[in-house]
């Protein structure tokens, strides 16, 4: 049997804010543990919560952003269940009427758009943490995160693979950090997902028992955690049993999912209003307010760069990927002569510099390569002093400069952050002697010999034989040391042999 996957996310973005959802206390990650927990972050008797409105304004602005719905009314709800990092006994959450409902996103997977829809986004406070590492036989309870503002963003079923899924995480990764509702930082736990992966008969559009797989905090573990559970409830099918619901974990040494307790329904955790909260009027002033201090969004920006640059879909979604990468791209188009360069420079950017990035695991805004330095290499490839081949070898050494550069400023690498502001391509050009031959007489000279030395090649072309013909061009490169414009080669040959 041909099995289906089924996939939705539920994502925790921690809000920028300074302070909590419900206190003042603050939310700098790394203090010791247990010294950024107020009064209202333990719940000592007495206290009430006080609702943050930094962090409903991030709602507001990541919902405009996804196309969803501002609800003028949403209530905050208790969610009750026992857990030792949870001081209150439940937490406070938005349940059925949530502050963002519906939107999209739409994300790239290989050369394939995809939109995928959401549920719903909603605010909550986070728990605190156990920690079982540092203790023999025991947990410690650190207390520092209880109350940090989150947003919870859940989407519907829509994604089929682990490569859909990633990509999902990614882009929803790159538009938090894009409206700047959230910093992203995946490893001090700003941003994380939580997979509820199922299976189903291919052509069925019955959902399979899901199971969910927590707190997974990297775009590999995601992939990852999705593939083995995927596996592992395919075998269970297969072999005639059924999928428990429940609730698993992520062992990124094992590499595999494990049990961690039976999956909860909502009825189970006793939703009920928190009468310690008035519920959350958003009027459409306050809406209004917000998108127009929204940047310009991606889709937004996405259209225009198809509009004005002549970029297809694909090159358009994959440059405004994130708003680094957007802002270098119209940087490298300023430095190499506007919009009429514009597909040589998206080409760069989405070709060797992306290349360079993923094979170093080098996000855009941390790399020491910029537009400006980038900018000399392409123009002399846009005029023909050098061809694409050999300006891909340049960039090579560029970006090993760069990368040295990156090291000095950690603290260690042998360059200092000089080393690229002397680099100077024309320079190297000259010193490397790589400049193509751009003299139309000598380039004629040498096609002429080519064809007085290939008499059979040539008849082969005018036989309608076309290899003949890349034969002959391969002849004059080789003569011109690889130093002759291709595209003159081709037409001056091509007259030369129409001639003949």
Known sequence: MKWETVIGLETHAQLSTRSKIFSGAPTAFGAAPNTQACEVDIALPGV??????????????????????????????????????????????????????GGTLEIVVGERQKTVRLTRAHLEEDAGKSLHEDFHGMTGIDLNRAGTPLLEIVSEPDLRSSAEAVAYARTLHALVRWIDICDG???????RC?????????????????????????????????????????????DGGRVAQETRLYDPDKDETRSMRSKEDAMDYRYFPDPDLLPLDVSQQWIDDVKNMLPELPQVMRQRFIESYQLSNYDALRLTSSLFTAKYFEDLVLEVGGAKNAKVAATWVTGELAGALNANNVDIENSELDSKWLGQLVRRTIDGTISRQTAKAI?????????????????????????????????????????????????????????????????????????????????????????????????????KLGGS
């Open 48 to 101: 009430l919560p006080v609702l943050n409105r930094g962090a409903v304004e991030r709602a507001i602005r990541f919902g405009l952003a996804v196309g969803g719905r501002i609800n003028p009314r949403s209530v905050f709800a208790r969610k009750n269940y026992f857990y030792p990092d949870l001081p209150k006994g439940y937490q406070i959450s938005q349940y059925e009427r949530p502050i963002v409902e």
């Open 194 to 238: 939580d997979a509820n992966v199922s299976v189903r008969p291919a052509g069925s559009d019955k959902l399979g028992t899901r199971c969910e797989i927590k707190n997974l905090n990297s775009f590999r573990f995601l992939e990852r955690a999705i593939e083995f559970e995927v596996r592992r409830q395919i075998g269970v099918l297969e």
């Open 185 to 191: 930082n995946m490893q001090e736990g700003s941003f």
């Open 395 to 495: 960039f090579v050494g560029m970006w090993a400069i760069a990368q040295n550069i990156a090291d000095h400023n950690r603290g260690g690498g042998p360059y200092t952050t000089s080393a690229l502001t002397k680099f100077n391509v024309d320079d190297f050009i000259d010193e490397a002697g790589v400049k193509q031959i751009s003299d139309m007489g000598e380039i004629e000279t040498i096609i002429a010999q080519v064809i007085a030395d290939n008499p059979k090649s040539v008849e082969e072309y005018k036989a309608g034989k076309e290899k003949a013909f890349n034969s002959l061009v391969g002849q004059v490169m080789k003569a011109t040391k690889g130093k002759a414009n291709p595209a003159q080669v081709n037409s001056l040959l091509k007259q």
